[in-house]
């Protein structure tokens, strides 16, 4: 089976624009995603990204238009200045890889945390709130939320930032195929055009 590795953070807005139709293709095309959330800052420091707020003026400008810009192109809703952002999602992470390694498909799981940043202005920092989405997933929110705090999950959580450095992913979400490493929602077509073509992967060269 086609694999492809989606490396994400679970308040990034890029992800959230990206979620639904990531998973889309990924059942267009019977392959299997591979949910990897990761550390962004080890990312960053890596690829040599900041965060929005230390960027020059013009480039924070420019992300507040693309924003609107891609949710409207994406039908999503988006509040541009969400209430709670920036916000430590490190807890929904780990939820989702627990969620991931006790055999549960986290898709829904983590829309609703990511709509919960961008679209509801809610706290996805706060366990309450991981809580109730889990339930409306129809998932038990006890076993999945002691799992994600665990030194394992954790550790698992580290290994996929390495992982998402050594693939060449230079933010999130970055979408890995074959080696071939996709940056950003806006390369979910062009994923998809390789995946319909059966083309061998490009490589730095």
Request: glycine share 4%; net charge neutral.
């Amino acid at each position: 089976m086609t694999t492809i590795d989606y490396y994400f953070y679970s308040a990034s807005p890029f992800t959230y624009l990206g979620h639904q139709l990531i998973c889309e293709v990924a059942e267009r095309h019977k392959a299997k995603l591979n949910f990897k959330p990761v550390n962004l800052f080890s990312v960053w420091e890596t690829s040599g990204a900041v965060p929005p707020a230390k960027r020059p003026p013009v480039r924070q400008r420019l992300r507040l238009i693309e924003l609107q810009r891609l949710a409207e192109y994406r039908g999503l809703p988006i509040n541009p200045h969400p209430k709670h952002f920036p916000i430590d999602a490190s807890l929904a992470d780990r939820t989702v890889i627990a969620l991931v390694e006790n055999g549960h498909d986290p898709s829904i799981f983590l829309f609703k945390v990511l709509a919960g940043v961008w679209a509801r202005e809610e706290d996805v920092s706060d366990e309450r709130v991981l809580a109730s989405y889990l339930s409306q997933s129809g998932l038990d929110p006890k076993p999945a939320l002691d799992d994600a705090k665990s030194d394992e999950v954790a550790a698992i959580r580290e290994r996929n930032s390495a992982e998402a450095i050594a693939a060449d992913a230079v933010g999130v979400p970055t979408y890995v195929l074959n080696g071939e490493p996709f940056w950003g929602q806006d390369r979910i077509e062009h994923l998809e055009k390789a995946l319909i073509s059966g083309r061998p992967p490009y490589r730095a060269r």
